[in-house]
């Protein structure tokens, strides 16, 4: 959001003021700290805070969601504080929006969250796909703001030529709207396809029987330096909210000689905007299609409880609580160490770790092992010499107990999962046959 004076090419900070409402609502957040919150997306996103106003009411006013009173406050700190933009903490109506423009008056932005984190994700959108996701979700934000500031009839002054007499007897506005929703349904056919590329891939992965993990957490918990902790990867990490936006899938071996994949993705945040879940289905479900959720979270946010209750809240919403999660606590070099004792106490069931130091992950690698094994069951297969790509994945993807090599091929028994047990089936043989070792070499069933 930064700006650009005429005289300077360096972008210039922009001056932003917040505005926030309490509702009076039992919510998780305080109002505090969904403005701390906010300032910490302002700030990604190019601007200073000068100014944090903050009201307490019932219900939205209709016409300008703050009261008359506060609107006037709100436009001599603008004037005193030269401010460029002001932002709301919570979604606008695209008539509140319009109304308090006029009355802030231009060049003054008037803003809300859900506009302030698609910018971010525009600029911090890299690949393709990423690229045309928030393109989708900021013209599903823009179609009911659209505003027929040029609107005058055009039909009547087209001239000549096929096609030139299209949208006669529109208004400009409802060009305008009809090229939005037009390019709209172009990007979710360009989306679908690329869709249907991943959906491919990640089908591939499935049938090889990969164990996937999957890196979920609240923006900035630290998902990318732990990816890069894990497999030695350098994924871009920043003191940032919504570094990174998209997929990064790195396998890793387990001790136990199994392969399994990571993925770090998008972070998610409280209040995060519908248009911007429903845009980036392709990219999260890259968390549904996952065997295992790794939930990271920020132990030394005094928050840390309601960032895993956001996490779990976008996780419902996107059709993926019902894959089994570990709650990974990280950034544990931040506490004290009666800190550390208090927040083991109260999640038993967690891992501490450190990324950034790197404490704690054989721990975690422990317990993605041990929730990889789970459903496993033992047999015994032999495989013939002919099935190269058979016999790698008996050993990428199980956990081989005893193996060896006869006459007609490998005999291994091992512990694999039940998707690895199917492409094994036709080459399971009876226990006995390891007996005395490898002298007997049985045929397997085909
Ligand atoms: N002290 C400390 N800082 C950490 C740790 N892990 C990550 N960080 C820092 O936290 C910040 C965010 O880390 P990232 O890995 O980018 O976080 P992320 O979850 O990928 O964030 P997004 O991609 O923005 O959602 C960076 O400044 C990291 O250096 C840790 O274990 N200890
Ligand atoms: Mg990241």
């Known amino acids: 959001m930064a700006r650009f004076e005429p005289t300077s090419t360096a972008p210039v900070r922009e001056r932003a003021i917040l505005v926030g409402v309490d509702f009076g609502k039992n919510d ?46 709100l436009v001599s700190y603008v004037r005193n504080l030269d401010a ?3 932002i709301f903490d ?20 008037i803003i809300d969250r859900t506009a302030l984190i698609l910018d971010i994700f525009g600029v911090h959108a890299t690949t393709r796909e990423g690229r045309l996701q928030v393109q989708l979700a900021q013209l599903q934000y823009v179609l009911p703001r659209l505003r027929g500031m040029w ?8 001239r000549g030529g096929i096609g030139s007499r299209f949208g006669q007897g529109e208004s400009q506005l409802e060009v305008d709207r ?16 690329l869709e249907t590329r991943r959906e491919v891939q990640s089908k591939a992965r499935w049938d090889s029987g990969v164990y996937r993990v999957a890196l979920a957490g609240y923006t900035n918990a630290g998902k990318s330096t732990l990816l890069n902790a894990l497999t030695g990867s350098e994924v871009y990490v920043r003191d940032e909210l919504f570094a990174t936006l998209d997929p990064t899938t790195r396998s890793i071996e387990l001790e136990e000689g199994r392969k399994v994949t990571l993925t770090d993705t998008v972070g998610f945040i409280q209040k995060l905007p519908t248009t911007l879940v429903e845009a980036f289905k392709s990219t999260l479900a890259e968390v549904r299609a996952a065997d295992l959720i790794l939930l ?10 309601r960032q895993v209750r956001a996490v779990r809240s976008v996780l419902d919403e996107i059709g993926a609580s019902q894959i089994p999660s570990v709650l990974v606590l990280n950034k544990c070099d931040l506490l004290t160490p009666e800190a550390f004792s208090d927040l083991q106490a109260s999640h038993p069931d967690a891992v501490t770790i450190s990324a950034r130091e790197g404490t704690g992950l054989s721990g975690l690698l422990y317990r993605v092992a041990r929730e990889a094994s789970r459903g496993d069951a033992t047999v015994t297969v032999l495989v013939p010499f002919s099935k190269g790509i058979l016999m790698k994945m008996v050993h990428e993807r199980c956990q081989v107990i005893r193996e060896v090599y006869t006459e007609k091929g490998l005999l291994a028994t091992v512990s694999a999962s039940e998707r690895m047990r199917s492409t094994l089936a036709p080459y399971v043989v009876p226990d006995e046959n390891f007996e005395p070792w490898g002298s007997t070499a049985p045929t397997p069933r085909q």
């Open 28 to 73: 998780d957040w305080t109002l505090e700290e969904s403005m701390a919150e906010l300032g910490r997306l302002a700030e990604t996103d190019g601007a200073d805070v000068v100014f944090t106003l903050t009201q307490r009411l019932d219900a939205p006013v209709p016409r300008t969601f703050i009261g008359k009173g506060k609107v006037e406050e």
């Open 151 to 158: 609107s005058h009839l055009v039909g009547e002054q087209t």
């Open 84 to 86: 460029d933009v002001v």
């Open 90 to 109: 919570d979604e606008l109506t695209p008539s509140q929006q319009s109304n308090l423009e006029k009355i802030v008056g231009e060049p003054v932005k």
């Open 178 to 193: 009809r090229l939005v929703r037009k390019r709209i349904s172009t990007l979710r056919d360009e989306l679908a396809r």
């Open 296 to 305: 990271v979270a920020d132990a030394s946010d005094s928050g840390v409880e």
